[in-house]
Structures are given as C-alpha cells and as structure tokens.
C-alpha cells in the first residue's frame, strides 16, 4: 500500500506521467524490500540516490587499445548507500528480463567499473560491494570484478 501511495504522490506531483505509473509492477518493488540487499538498504546508515557524476578519466583501463587517450564519462548512480556495519554498497537497477547473472555481470561490467570509480573517487571511499539489482527477474547479481 505505501508503495502505491508513492507511486500516486509522484504522479500528483507530475513528477511520472499516469502512463509510466500504470506500468509499474509494486509486487516486484515490494519484492525487491523482502531481499536481502533491500532489508539492508532498510537499515542503511546513509543513502545516495540518483548520485550524478561526470569525468575525465583514463580510457586504457577500460579500452586497453586507447593507449594515453582520456574519455569524459557521464552518468547516474542509481543507489549507493552505507549499510549497518559501516560499508558501501553500489547497486544499480535493471529491467533486463531472461538472463543469467553471468550474461548480466558481462553487459554491464564496464558500466559497473565506471560508477565505481566515480563513487570511490567523489566520496574518497572504497566500494565493499556492488550489486545489479534485475527487477523483472526479482533477482539480486553480486559483481565481483573491479
């Protein structure tokens, strides 16, 4: 139900159009709050939603044939919060529907390394861990890679 009241305030609000509210499934929202990594987003310390960033960074990490080359790099971080024994944890949500989590580690770990740097290096911390949170699915991929 509070999920619901949400959606509604949003679109009373005009911050989500009646159309993109219809669409939304609350049972997978409610689904994602009974996981584990929601019950630890619940008792969270600090919460990052929708963290921006932009910069230049060193494109050989991430494109090894770039040699010396810089790329600006742009994005959203969809959740970073501290979780109840101090750590910070990345997550990012999906729609991807039909995959496994290898299939999704590998689509997304360039985007994963990126948003990774980005937090460490704009809050001077270390990312413990880093999830994809895959919403169709109901289902929470761990990433290991750095």
Do not use: M
């Not at 630890?40 to 929708?50: D, F, G, M, P, Q």
């Not at 997550?91 to 997304?108: C, I, P, S």
């Amino acid at each position: 139900a509070g999920i619901s009241r949400q959606i509604d305030k949003l679109v009373e609000d005009e911050l989500l159009i009646p159309e993109y509210a219809e669409k939304i499934k609350v049972a997978d929202i409610e689904s994602f709050f009974k996981s584990e990594i929601g019950k630890r987003l619940l008792n969270a310390r600090k919460i990052y939603r929708e963290l921006p960033f932009g910069r230049l960074i060193d494109a050989k990490p991430f494109f090894p044939q770039a040699g010396d080359e810089k790329i600006f790099v742009q994005g959203i971080i969809d959740l970073l919060f501290v979780d109840s024994s101090g750590k910070y944890i990345l997550l990012d949500y999906k729609t991807d529907a039909n995959v496994t989590a290898e299939e999704v580690r590998e689509r997304y770990k360039i985007q994963i390394r990126l948003y990774t740097q980005a937090a460490e290096d704009l809050l001077s911390v270390k990312i413990a861990e880093k999830y994809l949170y895959l919403l169709s699915g109901r289902k929470c991929v761990r990433v290991f890679e750095r």
